[in-house]
């Protein structure tokens, strides 16, 4: 930014150096460029075909716990499956899946008008990414069959 | 018992799914409400104390009636429910001596390098000046099983803060 600084004067560098302060964040781009190639490479269409796969099947598997009530089934459905599960308050859902070493959020997800609108003060969300499997499916839709034997409901 | 198992244990699950003094006391002389909006658990205590004349020749104030509505998780929900059972009939000093108590002893048991640390012997050596019988730390030992759930610590203590914000209600910001 700076050419040379004085106690009562300063000279500056030239634009666009000139309006860039400090060292910038140089790993972040570099990072950000091979994280571009590395998604372009496997391919943004595949990417969401996978997922929308796996929304799908979550969706089909888990609607049919009983208990299980969705919570958005919108469609097209794109990576998350929201749901509130009958007399079990979506942290304490949470934190028994989280001891399977299932990682989901719960809460309001900062859209508390989308809760007022289905009538839930919380629920549990389920995200997928290009790095789930199906198996994940399988193991979030088993740990929740087991929710409510550990609540005794 | 796995943590989980503690954390959910029968004493908490009961409390739950039968939350006592679950009301809005019509008569009540001291209110509050508690929020956590992170999570949505949200706490409303009425409590009616009354004076009475105490050992030493004065008057003391104690709850004679408690309602404690908790909305939210089962853990929040139990903390309310054996929160408003131990503190119906206490006095209003040893209520917040309690709710100090019961705060401190999760502080106490979360504070880095106490993961070890005994939750009877933590209730001990705050008893004194607690207030709490043998019977209170057996009833708040579930309740301190969240010390190893980190993010789900405000979900026990918001009623307890409720109560004592009741008892004790802070100075306007």
Same mark, same amino acid.
């Given at each position: 930014?700076?050419?040379?600084?004085?106690?009562?004067?300063?000279?500056?560098? *030239?634009?666009?150096?000139?309006?860039?302060?400090?060292?910038?964040?140089?790993?972040?781009?570099?990072?950000?460029?091979?994280?571009?190639?590395?998604?372009?490479?496997?391919?943004?269409?595949?990417?969401?075909?996978?997922?929308?796969?796996?929304?799908?099947?979550?969706?089909?598997?888990?609607?049919?716990?009983?208990?299980?009530?969705?919570?958005?089934?919108?469609?097209?459905?794109?990576?998350?499956?929201?749901?509130?599960?009958?007399?079990?308050?979506?942290?304490?859902?949470?934190?028994?899946?989280? *001891?399977?070493?299932?990682?989901?959020?719960?809460?309001?997800?900062?859209?508390?008008?989308?809760?007022?609108?289905?009538?839930?003060?919380?629920?549990?969300?389920?995200?997928?990414?290009?790095?789930?499997?199906?198996?994940?499916?399988?193991?979030?839709?088993?740990?929740?069959?087991?929710? *409510?034997?550990?609540?005794?409901? | 018992?796995?943590?989980?198992?503690?954390?959910?244990?029968?004493?908490?699950?009961?409390?739950?799914?039968?939350?006592?003094?679950?009301?809005?006391?019509?008569?009540?002389?001291?209110?509050?409400?508690?929020?956590?909006?992170?999570?949505?658990?949200?706490?409303?205590?009425?409590?009616?104390?009354?004076?009475?004349?105490?050992?030493?020749?004065?008057?003391?104030?104690?709850?004679?009636?408690?309602?404690?509505?908790?909305?939210?998780?089962?853990?929040?929900?139990?903390?309310?429910?054996?929160?408003?059972?131990?503190?119906?009939?206490?006095?209003?000093?040893?209520?917040?001596?309690?709710?100090?108590?019961?705060?401190?002893?999760?502080?106490?048991?979360?504070?880095?390098?106490?993961?070890?640390?005994?939750?009877?012997?933590?209730?001990?050596?705050?008893?004194?000046?607690?207030?709490?019988?043998?019977?209170?730390?057996?009833?708040?030992?579930?309740?301190?099983?969240?010390?190893?759930?980190?993010?789900?610590?405000?979900?026990?203590?918001?009623?307890?803060?409720?109560?004592?914000?009741?008892?004790?209600?802070?100075?306007?910001?």
């Amino acid at each position: 930014m700076v050419d040379v600084v004085e106690a009562e004067r300063s000279s500056y560098a *030239r634009l666009p150096e000139r309006l860039e302060a400090g060292t910038p964040n140089l790993a972040g781009a570099a990072g950000l460029a091979r994280a571009i190639e590395y998604v372009e490479a496997i391919g943004l269409e595949r990417i969401l075909e996978h997922e929308r796969a796996l929304v799908a099947h979550a969706r089909a598997e888990l609607g049919a716990v009983p208990g299980v009530r969705l919570i958005g089934t919108a469609e097209p459905a794109l990576g998350v499956v929201s749901f509130v599960l009958d007399g079990v308050h979506a942290h304490d859902v949470s934190t028994i899946l989280d *001891r399977s070493g299932i990682a989901v959020r719960a809460g309001h997800h900062c859209a508390q008008p989308v809760m007022q609108h289905f009538g839930v003060a919380a629920t549990v969300r389920a995200s997928f990414a290009l790095y789930n499997t199906e198996s994940d499916v399988t193991a979030l839709v088993s740990a929740v069959r087991e929710v *409510r034997e550990v609540m005794g409901a | 018992m796995s943590e989980l198992e503690q954390l959910y244990q029968d004493a908490i699950l009961d409390h739950h799914r039968a939350p006592r003094n679950a009301r809005a006391l019509a008569d009540a002389s001291h209110s509050a409400e508690g929020n956590n909006p992170l999570c949505g658990d949200r706490v409303r205590v009425t409590l009616r104390l009354e004076a009475a004349p105490d050992s030493a020749g004065g008057l003391e104030s104690s709850i004679v009636a408690v309602g404690c509505e908790a909305r939210g998780c089962a853990l929040c929900r139990a903390s309310g429910s054996i929160a408003s059972e131990l503190l119906l009939g206490r006095s209003r000093a040893a209520s917040v001596a309690l709710i100090d108590g019961f705060l401190a002893a999760l502080a106490q048991l979360t504070a880095p390098g106490n993961s070890a640390a005994d939750a009877l012997d933590v209730l001990g050596a705050l008893e004194p000046s607690a207030g709490m019988s043998a019977e209170v730390q057996r009833q708040l030992l579930p309740l301190l099983e969240v010390r190893h759930f980190p993010s789900r610590r405000r979900c026990s203590t918001l009623p307890w803060e409720t109560f004592r914000d009741a008892l004790h209600p802070r100075p306007e910001a």
